[in-house]
């Protein structure tokens, strides 16, 4: 089973940044495709930013150009630098990891095509 372990939120000013990290149990970050999702106060989960196994990304546009998405897989943990940070990035953040038996081309963004989930890291952003 794998198990996915979020760090990094915390409360921000406008304008500042956070990093994010995701740190998974096992092979996760090479056998598997890794994605942050997010979901703001009375909002769904939407899809941020995602990692393939060969280390191609991609992000949603709201983060593009302020948010890099990064893996270090000899210590199977998936990054998040967020810049920029705006009141509207305020919202929990999960880490997710698709199943090691599936195989993806490219990053799926679809909350569905992932098999595993942390519990969250919360970001505040303030003005």
């Known amino acids: 089973q794998v198990q996915l372990v979020e760090s990094g939120g915390g409360s921000v000013q406008a304008g500042g940044s956070l990093r994010l990290s995701c740190a998974a149990s096992?092979?996760?970050?090479?056998?598997?495709?890794m994605a942050w999702f997010r979901q703001a106060p009375g909002k769904e989960r939407e899809f941020v930013s995602g990692?393939?196994?060969?280390?191609?990304?991609k992000y949603a546009d709201s983060v593009k150009g302020r948010f890099t998405i990064s893996k270090d897989n000899a210590k199977n943990t998936l990054y998040l630098q967020m810049n920029s940070l705006n009141l509207e990035d305020t919202a929990m953040y999960y880490c997710?990891?698709?199943?090691?038996?599936?195989?993806?081309?490219?990053?799926?963004?679809?909350?569905?095509?992932?098999?595993?989930w942390g519990h969250g890291t919360l970001v505040i952003v303030s003005s």
């Open positions: 997710a990891a698709t199943h090691e038996l599936r195989v993806f081309k490219g990053v799926p963004t679809r909350e569905g095509s992932f098999a595993y």
């Open positions: 990692i393939d196994t060969d280390g191609n990304s």
């Open positions: 096992k092979y996760t970050a090479t056998g598997a495709v």
